[in-house]
């Protein structure tokens, strides 16, 4: 059973910088894809960013193109979020989830195997 487990949250003032780290154990991480997705308050959960088990292959959404960064080091088992330029918008709860596959879409939340339990971002103005 794979588990994930996300850290680096916190209070941020807009224009600031956060770094969300996941880790995970239990699997083969090395041949999983990663993504990361947010859920603010009344809303549903939406896809953030995703990378491939290659370290090479990236998705964006739109509204973080520029501003945030995805990244993951094998080694480690473990995967970044790194995020500049936050905006109160940014605020949510961040997820870690992973896809047990080489393959296949990795940008919706229903494409996900496995979740992290998320950490919080708040941005204020």
């Given at each position: ?10 209070l941020v003032q ?112």
């Open positions: 059973q794979v588990q994930l487990a996300e850290s680096g949250g916190g807009a224009g600031g910088s956060l770094r969300l780290s996941c880790a995970a154990s239990g699997g083969t991480f090395s041949s999983y894809a990663m993504g990361w997705f947010r859920q603010a308050p009344g809303k549903e959960r939406e896809f953030v960013a995703a990378i491939r088990w290659n370290g090479v292959d990236t998705y964006y959404a739109d509204s973080v193109k520029g501003r945030f960064t995805i990244s993951r080091d094998n080694a480690k088992n473990t995967v970044y979020l790194q995020m500049n330029s936050l905006k109160p918008e940014d605020t949510a709860v961040y997820y870690c989830a992973a896809r047990a596959s080489i393959r296949g879409r990795i940008v919706t939340p229903d494409d996900m195997d496995y979740w992290g339990k998320g950490t919080l971002v708040t941005v204020s103005s």
